[in-house]
């Protein structure tokens, strides 16, 4: 659907109050033409956690987790691990 709108003096046009407060990414294509998508957009300081690296270690442990069953651990045992910076076996 194509909907014509006229830019005001202070540059700005209006989309409609079923847009307002969303956010949306204006995309400038070419001189005079805008692609405007909403969203949900990924702060700077979370970036990180959309990284490749962090995105395999998160399929990693979800994988783990998902195979692997919860079970109970010894707390003075796990302490001592902590404690002499001892590799954890199985």
Known sequence: MTSLK???NSGQITL???YAGKQVAVDLIEPGVWVIKTGQFIPDNEKWLHTAIVEKKLK??????ENNIPRGIDLTKLEQIIENNEPHSS
Do not use: D, R
């Open 6 to 8: 006229t830019i005001g």
């Open 60 to 65: 990693t442990a979800v994988s783990w987790a």
């Open 16 to 18: 409609g109050k079923e």
